[in-house]
């Protein structure tokens, strides 16, 4: 394998790894925005979204479905096989998508997925 995609690779691993971090402290400390967090840093979760939100919509979008628990699933029906649908309480999509990335982000913007968080307070 070529060293340079390795390196990649684990790069994207690198970067993944300081997204959950940032996520888990962010998300369990929402309704304490800046509580000290040790390693001498303060998150404010409640700007950690926002900032997200305005910055890297499809990351945070993949990370709300999971954490809120939107169902991210490959439509069984044969006419739309492998396809991605999203379920979310009572809410489903209105159609079905090429990629499970573009089914986060329809549940994100549909069902107001940001929001939800700020005003709950994720957990």
């Not at 840093?41 to 999971?66: F, I, P, Y």
């Not at 573009?102 to 549909?110: F, I, K, T, V």
């Amino acid at each position: 394998m070529n060293p340079s995609k390795m390196r990649g690779r684990r790069s994207s691993a690198r970067v993944w790894a300081i997204y959950e971090t940032a996520f888990k402290y962010g998300f369990e400390h929402l309704d304490h925005p800046s509580r000290d967090l040790g390693f001498e840093c303060h998150v404010n979760g409640q700007a950690m979204l926002r900032w997200l939100s305005e910055n890297r919509t499809q990351d945070l979008a993949n990370a709300l479905c999971k954490v809120l628990g939107v169902a991210l699933v490959q439509a069984q029906e044969l006419e739309i096989f492998g396809r991605w649908d999203w379920l979310y309480e009572t809410e489903a999509c209105d159609c079905s998508h090429e990629t499970e990335a573009q089914a986060a982000m329809d549940a994100y913007l549909s069902c107001g997925l940001l929001d939800i968080a700020l005003e709950a307070g994720v957990h």
